[in-house]
């Protein structure tokens, strides 16, 4: 008959069996018990008082590292000056940034959600089974404590001591079986325990670099608008003039004609895109070296041309393409895109606006006149940062999504998330985008 202690050295049961019931015994403690060590949940006063000590502590570091953040995005800024090709690099770097860390935290979260699914599972099997565990403990610790027969005893004696005997040399490897699925149980567990908790590190990092390349974002941002707002004096006056003008109009189409026929800047930004011509190819293909024309004022490819080489506007996947329903009984005549709250929106071409803000059912609109008889329609962002008249560049940011959607036909049908509505159109007509859009990563251009 074997002890307990013997049915370990031998290998017949883990040494963390005991913990599988402690495990079990125990429901999953919530995030915010699980950072807290035992000892700190009964702390002491003076404990209690070095830990608030050292929260003020952090927070003053963050703070710190805020100033010096805001110091360096002035020392930056300054560094610019006037020099418009340097602050367009440095928006259309930040925001690819900005949404390659948007991107990463999507994936993680992703990742994330199938095993804290499995943690859930595990931890529910190990609960259900706590009477079995219990069972299996109280048999080894019974057949621990029980004295080994004497030679000299009753008849009576031995023969309970060796059904026993034999009793337990039956159910030994019952009980064996029964603690290797346990202890194989917690194994997982511990290993996804640990899986997650780097995942939820890098998650952790990402939200935090994500923040401070937003910040950065903005600054640069508002540093644009400034010196857009200094070259045109009567920016504010066109805007609000922009939106009387869209009350007066029904149709996306309207309001393009009477953008690029009644206000200043959009009739100018229009008269350009008509004049400046088709983009010189080389070898009957677009010069992607253009792009790199920081300065320029004009498309850097022909949109025609330009096909397979556009990104998304917003990091999201497509729930509604060309073509199909859009929701209110019509027909799509561009793409819907599922965003994050707050994501950040860039431009998927070269192109002037020729019209920025609300109009009718699509929320914020934003329209870009790409040249060549070619218009990209934005719609359902939150807030839109560039201005009528201005010329934009491919990747550069012009907008960011809210917490909801925008976009009427996107509220009727209870979307949980923000949605980018995108169409493009030729000489006034919706057209199928998909030609335009990168096959994959490689080919995308964002300027």
């Not at 993680?108 to 959600?113: C, D, G, I, V, Y």
């Not at 959009?266 to 088709?278: H, R, Y």
């Not at 870009?368 to 329609?377: C, D, E, Q, T």
């Amino acid at each position: 008959m074997l002890s307990y202690p013997d049915a370990i050295r031998r290998g017949w049961l883990p040494v963390s069996l005991l913990s599988i019931t402690m495990l079990a015994a125990s429901p999953p403690a919530p995030a915010h018990a699980q950072a807290i060590p035992p000892a700190q949940q009964a702390a002491t006063p003076p404990d209690i008082i070095k830990q608030r000590e050292q929260e003020l502590e952090a927070a003053r570091e963050q703070q710190r590292k805020a100033a010096e953040l805001q110091e360096k995005l002035k020392a930056d800024i300054t560094a610019i000056g006037q020099d418009r090709s340097k602050l367009n690099q440095q928006l259309i770097d930040i925001a690819a940034q900005v949404r390659s860390v948007e991107t990463r935290i999507v994936e993680t979260e992703a990742r994330l959600q199938p095993l804290d699914g499995r943690e859930r599972e595990i931890r529910s099997s190990l609960d259900s089974r706590r009477a079995e565990i219990i069972e299996v403990l109280a048999a080894l610790q019974r057949a621990g404590r029980r004295s080994p027969p004497a030679l000299l005893v009753r008849p009576e004696d031995a023969l309970q001591s060796l059904r026993t005997a034999m009793l337990l040399g039956a159910v030994v490897p019952e009980l064996r079986g029964r603690a290797e699925k346990l202890a194989t149980d917690l194994g997982e567990l511990v290993a996804l325990r640990k899986t997650i908790s780097t995942e939820r590190d890098a998650l952790s990092r990402d939200r935090d670099k994500l923040k401070d390349d937003q910040t950065r974002l903005a600054a640069l941002v508002d540093e644009r608008q400034r010196q857009q707002s200094t070259a045109e004096k009567d920016m504010e006056t066109e805007g609000a003039r922009a939106i009387a003008l869209s009350k007066q109009v029904d149709s996306l189409q309207g309001l393009i004609a009477k953008m690029e026929q009644d206000l200043k800047s959009a009739a100018k930004a229009a008269a350009t895109a008509n004049l400046q011509g088709a983009p010189a190819t080389v070898n009957g293909k677009p010069n992607l070296g253009a792009f790199k024309d920081q300065g320029r004022l004009t498309p850097a490819v022909a949109f025609a041309s330009a096909k397979g080489l556009f990104a998304y506007p917003v990091n999201g996947a497509k729930i509604r393409d060309f073509g199909g329903s859009d929701g209110a009984s019509g027909v799509q005549k561009g793409i819907s895109l599922a965003a994050k709250a707050g994501a950040q929106v860039t431009t998927p071409c070269d192109g002037w606006v020729v019209y920025a803000g609300p109009f009718r059912s699509y929320g914020q609109l934003l329209i870009l006149n790409a040249g060549g008889g070619y218009h990209v329609l934005i719609a359902g962002m939150e807030r839109i940062s560039v201005n009528i008249g201005q010329f934009v560049l491919t990747g550069e940011p012009v907008a960011t999504m809210g917490s909801t959607s925008q976009v009427a036909s996107i509220l009727a049908t209870n979307a949980s998330q923000p949605v980018l509505y995108v169409e493009f159109r030729k000489d006034g007509t919706p057209i199928d985008p998909g030609p335009w859009w990168a096959a994959n990563e490689g080919e995308k251009v964002r300027g």
